[in-house]
């Protein structure tokens, strides 16, 4: 394993790791934390727009939003033009810890980039943009060629 990738993997996941020890006191997991920080800064979006934001299986995101609607942190809204779309909305109790949720977000980058420079963490966050764009890029030359890898 080529040592890019096996520090891609730890990170991923020992921060899946970090974020289920600290959200587990509000029954969440890491793989929810992303829907609700979604939801939260775009009250009304759709799942279909989380679905190519996370870039999971649709199956994957379905199963999160619905633990988190039974958990009452979102609810949904069915469109009336289209019953198969619906619009997400945070509740009360997901606003209550947005906040927290936010500051673990930072926690977690202030570990992982301990003693670096500014310039360090700005070169880190553009690379990083850099190979999200090459894999939206790489899965969008997928679906359009419908090999269907989500």
Not at 12 to 28: A, E, N
Not at 53 to 81: F, M, P, Q, W
Not at 111 to 139: P, Q, R, S, W
Request: glycine share 6%.
């Amino acid at each position: 394993m080529s040592e890019t990738f096996r520090n891609l993997t730890r990170l991923s996941s020992q921060g899946k790791i970090y974020l289920d020890i600290k959200l587990k006191k509000y029954g969440l997991n890491s793989g929810q934390f992303p829907y609700i920080l979604f939801i939260c800064d775009s009250e009304g979006i759709t799942q279909e727009k989380i679905n190519s934001i996370i870039c999971v299986h649709a199956s994957n995101v379905t199963r999160a939003l619905d633990a988190l609607c039974k958990k009452g942190y979102i609810t949904k809204e069915d469109l009336e033009s289209d019953r198969r779309t619906c619009r997400l909305y945070p509740t009360d109790k997901a606003r209550r810890i947005y906040g927290e949720l936010r500051q673990l977000e930072s926690e977690w980058i202030d570990i992982i980039t301990g003693g670096f420079t500014e310039k360090e963490k700005t070169t880190l966050h553009d690379l990083l943009k850099k190979c999200d764009a090459n894999l939206v890029a790489y899965l969008a030359v997928k679906k359009e060629n419908q090999e269907g890898w989500f």
